[in-house]
């Protein structure tokens, strides 16, 4: 699982200007391909320590003039339960550089039943 920062693209959604799929899915740096190896099975996007989007990723592109990645996905509805919760992972604070964390899918719990 791959948790996505949105706190200067989150507002352009909130505004109506950008989509969900555009911010969460779109261009990230630094994205090493282990860590996409081990964690793109699912994006979660988070703003203000909530998580606001969360898409199954299905594949991943790296532009080779940038090096950024941009995913391609689905709403996923196995992790919907997510969406209006905490940020599954630690808390971003100020200062914290790095606006993707990533956090092993079976360390998140499920809902009770």
């Not at 693209?9 to 860590?35: F, H, K, M, N, Y």
């Not at 090096?67 to 997510?82: M, Q």
């Amino acid at each position: 699982m791959i948790l996505a920062n949105l706190p200067k693209s989150w507002p352009a959604v909130q505004a109506g200007t950008r989509t969900a799929i555009d911010v969460t899915l779109g261009e990230w740096a630094q994205l090493p391909d282990e860590a996409l190896t081990e964690y793109a099975d699912v994006i979660v996007g988070v703003f203000k320590h909530e998580v606001v989007s969360v898409f199954d990723i299905d594949g991943w592109t790296r532009d080779p003039d940038t090096n950024r990645i941009t995913f391609t996905g689905t709403e996923s509805d196995r992790w919907s339960h997510l969406i209006g919760g905490p940020n599954p992972g630690t808390r971003w604070t100020t200062g914290h550089g790095r606006p993707v964390k990533y956090l092993d899918t079976a360390d998140v719990q499920w809902p009770a039943s």
